[in-house]
C-alpha cells in the first residue's frame, strides 16, 4: 500500500510557473529561466523517458485522486556549485555509477545537471526551491548516507 497524503489546498500556488521553452536543452532552460532558484537544497523533478519512467509514474497514478500517471519519475537535490554546473544527490533507479555504493552510501548517489540536459531523454523538467539553509540540507544529505537507521533508502529502493 502506497502511503500518500492528499493536499487539502483549494487554490493554485501562483508562485508556480510553467515556462515551456522547446527549443533548449535542459541545461540551457535551468541557466535561462532557473535564475535565483537554482541553488543548494533546491529540488529538481525529472520525467524520464524509459521504461523504469513510465513504470514509475504509472505507480504513482494510484496515490492520485485522478488516477493520471505523474509527469515525475526522478528527483534530485541540487548540492553544491562545481566549476560549470551543479552537482545533485540522489536515488537513482538507473545509476550512472552502477549499484556498488548501495550499502555504503545507504543507496544515494552523486551525479550532475549534465546528466539531465538531454530533453528527449529527460522530456519533463522543474525546478522547486525552498527557503532553506542549503548548507543544513547538505548536512543532513551527508547524515542520511551514513546512517540507515534514519531512513533505509536502499530497502526502498530495491522493490523497484
Not at 525529472?46 to 492520485?64: E, K, P
Not at 551525479?111 to 540540507?137: C, H, M, R
Request: aromatic share 8%; hydrophobic share 35%.
Amino acid at each position: 500500500m502506497i502511503r500518500f497524503r492528499i493536499s487539502t489546498a483549494v487554490e493554485v500556488n501562483p508562485e508556480l510557473k510553467e515556462i515551456p521553452d522547446t527549443q533548449l536543452s535542459n541545461l540551457e532552460w535551468l541557466q535561462k529561466h532557473g535564475g535565483e532558484y537554482l541553488r543548494e537544497g533546491s529540488l529538481l523533478l525529472l520525467g524520464g523517458s524509459s521504461i523504469v519512467d513510465f513504470r514509475v509514474r504509472v505507480a504513482q497514478s494510484h496515490a492520485r485522486s485522478d488516477m493520471r500517471p505523474s509527469l515525475w519519475s526522478h528527483v534530485a537535490i541540487v548540492a553544491e556549485r562545481q566549476r560549470r554546473t551543479w552537482t545533485l544527490s540522489e536515488v537513482s533507479l538507473r545509476p550512472p555509477q552502477g549499484f556498488d555504493d548501495v550499502p555504503s552510501r545507504n543507496a544515494r548517489q552523486d551525479n550532475t545537471l549534465d546528466y539531465y540536459a538531454d530533453p528527449q531523454l529527460w522530456g519533463n523538467i522543474a525546478l522547486l526551491s525552498f527557503p532553506v539553509d542549503g548548507k543544513e540540507v547538505s548536512q543532513g544529505i551527508q547524515r542520511l548516507s551514513r546512517d540507515r537507521g534514519i531512513l533505509d533508502l536502499g530497502e526502498l529502493s530495491i522493490p523497484w
